[in-house]
């Protein structure tokens, strides 16, 4: 092991200080966080470049001093906000839970935890939840991010909850997921509209899946700016409507719903911006 020291001056009071320069592993403060090479090698290795070209001194020591520091506090910044190998320990909560409903059925999906905890995530746990009340936990052991609960009331609105595992244990529960009723359509694909004097002709693409109960109306959602207007509802299967008593001049997208048996579905995602004709 080659040792790099520096002295300082005996007015000082800073004895004899020894880095290791083939110690790149540095461990910061009491909380178990640390960085290997990849995280704070860098900034390590600058502090130790500097202490290799001073020679003794009280600027000398004060300057390594600031060195160490800077790569410290750089080393503990990483070792806070990284994923995964940087704490290790229980993954960091799943994020975005979303819903698709099914016939007695939901499928979800979410986003990984930001921290894996530096260890692999191998399960997932799904809490689901119906007037606010705790139902059963699904363990999947795998590292999917998409999972299928079935068993569910077609017509109930339910919500969800999920967590990670790895070889620490459980992380902590994602936030609650949009509700959901079961048995709903899927969301009419992509609107598209036609500006008119006052108003606007709007048409979809009908839901992927009915989940076996016959779409029967659609609801048309203006916006302007991202503001809802009046919600227009159709009783009719056509997957084509015309929106009236718009604002002329203004700037309009829209969203539409489909509704069978068991409810309503989510909305789609919005039309392109058109501008209403006076």
Excluded at 78 to 98: F, I
Excluded at 249 to 278: C, E, L, M, Q
Aim: aromatic share 8%; net charge positive; hydrophobic share 40%.
């Amino acid at each position: 092991m080659r040792d790099v020291a520096v002295r300082g001056a005996k007015t000082s009071g800073i004895a004899r200080r020894t880095l290791h320069v083939d110690r790149l592993r540095h461990i910061i403060g009491t909380n178990g966080a640390y960085c290997d090479f990849v995280t704070c090698g860098v900034p390590y290795l600058a502090g130790v470049g500097v202490v290799s070209r001073l020679r003794g001194g009280e600027a000398a020591v004060r300057k390594v001093q600031v060195s160490v520091v800077v790569a410290a506090a750089l080393c503990a910044l990483v070792a806070t906000s990284a994923p995964g190998w940087a704490t290790p320990g229980p993954p960091s909560a799943p994020r975005s839970v979303s819903l698709v409903p099914g016939k007695g059925a939901v499928t979800l999906r979410w986003v990984a935890p930001f921290s894996d905890g530096g260890h692999k995530v191998v399960a997932y746990d799904v809490l689901s939840y119906h007037d606010d009340v705790r139902l059963a936990i699904n363990v999947f052991h795998s590292a999917k991010v998409t999972e299928r609960i079935s068993g569910l009331k077609n017509g109930s609105v339910y919500t969800f909850t999920v967590a990670a595992e790895n070889a620490a244990g459980w992380g902590r529960t994602s936030a609650r997921s949009p509700a959901v009723t079961v048995g709903t359509p899927v969301a009419p694909g992509k609107p598209s509209a036609e500006s008119g004097k006052d108003q606007a002709s709007v048409s979809w693409p009908a839901p992927s899946t009915n989940n076996g109960f016959a779409v029967d109306r659609y609801r048309v959602v203006p916006f302007v700016a991202r503001s809802p207007g009046a919600a227009r509802v159709f009783n009719s299967t056509r997957t084509h409507a015309v929106v009236a008593g718009l604002q002329g001049g203004r700037p309009y997208t829209f969203k539409v719903a489909a509704h069978n048996h068991n409810g309503w579905s989510y909305d789609s995602v919005s039309s392109k911006v058109v501008v209403i004709a006076n």
